[in-house]
């Protein structure tokens, strides 16, 4: 079966550090991968999403970057951390390839406070 | 205007009632509809699918139309362990899949 992992559960930074939260995925190949940040009592705003390795779109521009090193890794980043970049961090991924998307799967979230 | 929109609510009702959720989307191409359920401080969970035919599962009735991209999720019965908050989201065909920012609901006893 599949699973997704993400880490850090909680975590909390300084402003003005740097940010690395992984996702990995097991049980399935070549799956879709998203980050989302959703705010305190707001709704999910996607960040970036890839379809394959190397492949990033990203939605809102910002302080935050995502790469894709493996085909099941993706890993979100950011070189000096906003107050406003606070918020809960969920990775998530689908799969593709019928011609229509499987619904999104999510990781168990990153609390980040960034203080 | 945001590609997925819904009324945020709060929608407070009894026990027992039936209630319902409206989701529209802009994105004409879109492929994949569903309904996800998220607890406070929990990540979004799977409800259902939405089929262009509409489709139920037990208390939950989801309906797509379309022609009006608009997406409609019905409760019947409504329990206390409803209490949740109720996301539409809707997946592209370049697999871009968007959240509305979702309605949350609270059951009283």
């Known amino acids: 079966s599949q699973t997704i992992h993400q880490w850090p559960a909680t975590l909390v930074q300084p402003v003005g550090s740097p940010l690395s939260l992984e996702c990995t995925v097991e049980?399935?190949?070549?799956?879709?991968l998203y980050w989302y940040r959703q705010a305190a009592g707001r709704g999910l705003q996607l960040l970036f999403y890839?379809?394959?390795?190397?492949?990033i779109s990203s939605e809102v521009p910002q302080n935050l970057s995502a790469s894709r090193p493996q085909d099941r890794q993706f890993i979100l980043s950011s070189k000096k951390l906003l107050l406003s970049d606070s918020g809960f961090y969920l990775c998530?991924?689908?799969?593709?390839?019928?011609?229509?998307?499987?619904?999104?799967?999510f990781g168990q979230g990153t609390r980040l406070t960034v203080v | 205007r945001k590609e997925v929109e819904q009324d945020p609510g709060p929608f407070n009702v009894p026990e027992g009632a039936t209630v319902a959720f409206n989701c529209t989307y802009s994105?004409?191409?879109?492929?994949?509809f569903f309904w996800y359920r998220q607890d406070c401080r929990k990540e979004p969970k799977l409800l259902m699918s939405v089929y262009s035919s509409g489709n139920e599962d037990g208390r939950f009735t989801a309906q797509l139309n379309r022609a009006s991209q608009y997406i409609s999720l019905l409760i019947r019965d409504s329990k206390l362990s409803d209490s949740a908050t109720y996301l539409c989201?809707?997946?592209?065909?370049?697999?871009?899949?968007?959240f509305g920012s979702g309605t949350r609901l609270s059951i009283r006893p």
């Open positions: 049980g399935t190949s070549n799956p879709n």
């Open positions: 890839s379809v394959g390795i190397g492949q």
């Open positions: 994105n004409s191409a879109s492929q994949s």
């Open positions: 989201v809707v997946s592209s065909s370049a697999s871009k899949i968007i």
């Open positions: 998530a991924w689908s799969s593709s390839g019928r011609g229509f998307d499987t619904e999104a799967f």
